[in-house]
């Protein structure tokens, strides 16, 4: 009989740990996609919140070309979207970022 | 004293460059039609392809060497909108005293940057980009938009706009650097 209390709580325990890691999980949260525009000479919005993991896509809606570079250390660069190109990168840390081919336009994620 | 006579010697660098530099093919406030306007559209931006060709040419600076190639690069880009548009209107742009008047002002202002070399190229080059831009946004928003009667006309204006912007800001920062 103690042996089937035990073996009966060891299941439900089991089946309590697996929902707690299974639920802290899905609090992360699925990795969501967010679009950045870039439009009239600027990017749109100008400042994105994202979490860790999430992927942003930049569609060049301009007439002439452009592209999304790291701006500190040039640690990334989409290197060069046409008009009507997109592309995209996932986010794993904050950055400021700006066009290299018309410097003053900039950009800056910021992670949640 | 000293600091007296460098103000004189740069008011008189200042008003020497304004003269030749003097913009203002825009200034007569003229009528225009959607043809002339698109005249005149595609010669201004053919003019800062052809100042950039000389900055190519003659500069050795790479901030002033990158300007120069998204120059070359954006306003290819404009024209090439600007003739789809036109070829799909069936519009023939036609020449006017005011492209006319570009034309012989960007001649002038060729010779005198191709008579410079060195750092004094690099400051003339992008002193008139400044100004060039400057008188090509007033004219874009307070000439060309205005009486455009043609909205898909009106609508790439409005469109090149802050790209105009934006290269009066890159210029202004070359300008900048190189003081």
């Known amino acids: 009989m103690k042996r089937a209390v035990f073996v009966l709580s060891s299941c439900i325990c089991s089946l ?30 100008e400042s994105i919140t994202v979490n860790k993991g999430d992927t942003i896509i930049w569609i060049n809606r301009d007439i002439m070309p452009h592209d999304v570079t790291e701006e500190t250390s040039k640690a990334w660069t989409s290197s060069v979207i046409p008009a009507g190109g997109s592309w995209k990168m996932t986010v794993t840390e904050a950055a400021d970022y700006y066009c290299s081919i018309h410097v003053v336009m900039k950009g800056k994620i910021v992670l949640n | 004293m000293k600091n007296f006579k460098k103000l004189v010697y740069s008011s008189m660098i200042a008003l020497a460059f304004i003269t030749v530099f003097n913009i203002d093919s825009f200034a007569q406030n003229p009528k225009l039609t959607d043809p002339e306007i698109a005249s005149v559209a595609v010669t201004a931006n053919q003019i800062d392809i052809d100042y950039a060709v000389i ?29 789809a548009l036109v070829t799909r209107l069936k519009v023939t742009p036609k020449g006017n005293a005011v492209s006319q008047k570009l034309l012989s002002d960007a001649a002038e202002t060729g010779k005198a940057l191709r008579a410079k070399s060195g750092k004094a190229f690099d400051k003339a080059y992008i002193d008139n980009e400044v100004a060039y831009h400057k008188a090509v946004i007033a ?20 469109k090149v706009l802050p790209a105009l912007n934006t290269h009066l800001a890159h210029a202004e920062m070359v300008q900048k650097d190189l003081k």
């Open chain 2, 55 to 83: 900055a190519k040419e003659k500069s050795k600076n790479a901030e002033v060497l990158k300007f120069a190639e998204t120059m070359t690069n954006d306003h290819k880009a404009v024209i090439a909108q600007a003739v």
């Open chain 2, 139 to 158: 004219a874009v928003s307070g000439l060309l938009i205005p009486q455009s009667q043609n909205a898909e006309l009106k609508g790439l204006l409005e």
């Open chain 1, 16 to 45: 309590l740990i697996s929902f707690v890691v299974y639920s802290c999980a899905s609090a992360q949260a699925d990795p969501k996609t967010h679009t950045v525009e870039i439009k009239d000479m600027k990017f749109v919005p």
